[in-house]
């Protein structure tokens, strides 16, 4: 019975959750020149902002995804059970992936912005979400490929196949639809986050043109609006795009993952 309750709460906050956002989104989407190329103070356009929110989540996901997953096959595949090392990058991933964002953010803004000097900018931003990011995805990319049965490990093994050849041959393509749903895990946080992008990537409602320019994201374009240009009006919009654009890349990714199991199992 709790169960059900629990369940049935939860699906009345997510349903008045969107039911708000769009219904007080929707009609203001065909405000004139929100959708425009070039960001004005009278039309407020966030296509800018939709611009620079794929080529945040782009470049976060080049920087953290290789790293998330090399590091997740070293310490299942290589790694000698009982290393201590293995124990402290576990811990380092689980204490990281529960840190407040805004932490992040305050990180980025004395590493990147100060000490390395990029300032304002995609590549401090972008480093800042890879580093957030990376927890996620070591851990998810971890327990897809303990979940891969020792059968197959073994079986590789006795045609003589080497490690290396059996990790990406045979381990790694069974554990891709749970390395896909890290990385949806990841894109999700990426494209709502914002305290850590205010002090890394800046609020500029400008197109990123280079790795050093600044620019804002859906999610800072909300908050600029509701805390700056008191614009609820395109804030609302603005979240019904965000909100589309999260249903489009999951719908995609997990798209993605069902077309690499049947690919396998013919």
């Known amino acids: 019975m709790m169960v ?11 349903g008045f959750l969107l039911l708000h956002v769009l219904v007080n989104g929707i009609p203001h989407l065909l405000r004139p020149g929100l959708f425009s190329t070039q960001w004005t103070t009278q039309n407020q356009s966030m296509f800018p902002a939709i611009i620079n929110t794929v080529i945040f989540v782009f470049f976060s996901l080049m920087v953290a995804v290789p790293l998330g997953v090399f590091t997740a096959i070293y310490l299942v595949e290589y790694a000698n059970r009982g290393n201590k090392l293995v124990g402290i990058v576990r811990m380092m991933a689980e204490t990281l992936a529960g840190i407040p964002s805004i932490v992040y953010g305050l990180f ?22 890879a580093i957030m990011i990376l927890p996620v995805i070591i851990r998810t990319t971890e327990e897809s490929l303990k ?12 045609l003589g196949a080497g490690r290396l050849r059996t990790v990406f ?28 992008l205010i002090f890394t990537a800046g609020t500029m409602p400008h197109v ?25 009006d395109v804030a609302y919009a603005t979240a019904v795009v965000l909100l589309l654009l999260v249903i489009g890349i999951n719908a995609l990714s997990y798209g993605l993952a069902k077309i690499s199991t049947k690919g396998r199992r013919k």
């Open 108 to 129: 980025g803004f004395m590493m990147f912005r100060n000490f390395m000097g990029w300032g304002r900018s995609l590549l401090a931003g972008g480093f800042t979400l």
């Open 208 to 232: 990123i043109d280079s790795p050093t320019a600044s620019g804002r994201t859906l999610s800072l374009h909300i908050y600029s609006n509701i805390m700056e240009a008191t614009n609820d």
């Open 147 to 158: 979940a891969v049965p020792d059968n197959y490990r073994e079986g590789s093994f006795g």
């Open 4 to 14: 059900w309750l629990s369940a049935a709460f939860t699906l009345l906050i997510l």
């Open 169 to 196: 041959r045979i381990v790694l393509p069974s554990a891709i639809p749970g390395i896909v749903a890290g990385v949806i895990l990841a894109v999700g946080r990426v494209v709502g986050e914002t305290a850590a």
